[in-house]
T-cell receptor, first 113, second 117 residues
């Protein structure tokens, strides 16, 4: 069945460091891929998405490229800020048009000043 | 426009008691979903409503969980009787057909944290 695997956290970085959170997936067909973020005390928010191979999603300085050949959707940011501290979830949606999402286990990011 | 709202934000109950969680989706969203995150693990799908009908309830863990969506508006998720392993964060999400078919994107609420002692 479909699945998503994220790198385990927590990830602790200093401000302005480079961030990579790895995400790989297993799916039949051509799923849409997402990164959702949960800031402390808040709900899940969509950070970025990509709907087909080689698409690059980007938002708030974060980027992720849909790599079909490596079945990956790694999240990157060139210079993190303290305000980026949150839990990041990689997810996929299959193309059965149900909207059912498969999530990874989440990666906690802590950015220190 | 109001987002997805959930109530209560946090509930603490004893094993064997009953809890009812409520979700108000974004107005006009026919699709409503319940998800759960237990013990810091992955967020898992519970069920999917289209209007008032259950489209997919394959993720419901057992018959202690009952979800309803009267009139196709708000939804409730009742746990009766609650067990220790039911502790976690319950997320509600909604979306429109056209958005789902194009991208699969869902809009989530802040979640209801359930603690069973």
């Amino acid at each position: 069945g479909n699945s998503v695997t994220q790198m385990e956290g927590p990830v602790t970085l200093s401000e302005e460091a480079f961030l990579t959170i790895n995400c790989t997936y297993t799916a039949t067909g051509y799923p849409s891929l997402f990164w959702y973020v949960q800031y402390p005390g808040e709900g899940l928010q969509l950070l970025l998405k990509a709907t087909k191979a080689d698409d690059k999603g980007s938002n708030k300085g974060f980027e992720a490229t849909y790599r079909k050949e490596t079945t990956s959707f790694h999240l990157e940011k060139g210079s993190v800020q303290v305000s980026d501290s949150a839990v990041y979830f990689c997810a996929l949606s299959d193309r059965s048009n149900t909207g059912k999402l498969i999530f990874g286990q989440g990666t906690t990011l802590q950015v220190k000043p | 426009e109001a987002g997805v709202t959930q109530f209560p934000s946090h509930s603490v109950i004893e094993k064997g008691q009953t809890v009812t969680l409520r979700c108000d989706p974004i107005s006009g969203h026919d699709n409503l979903y319940w998800y759960r995150r237990v013990m810091g693990k992955e967020i898992k799908f519970l069920l999917h409503f289209v209007k008032e009908s259950k489209q997919d309830e394959s993720g419901m863990p057992n018959n202690r969980f009952l979800a309803e969506r009267t009139g196709g508006t708000y939804s409730t998720l009742k746990v009766q009787p609650a067990e220790l392993e039911d502790s976690g964060v319950y997320f509600c999400a909604s979306s429109q057909d056209v958005v789902i078919q194009r991208t699969g994107e869902l809009f989530f609420g802040e979640g209801s944290r359930l603690t069973v002692l």
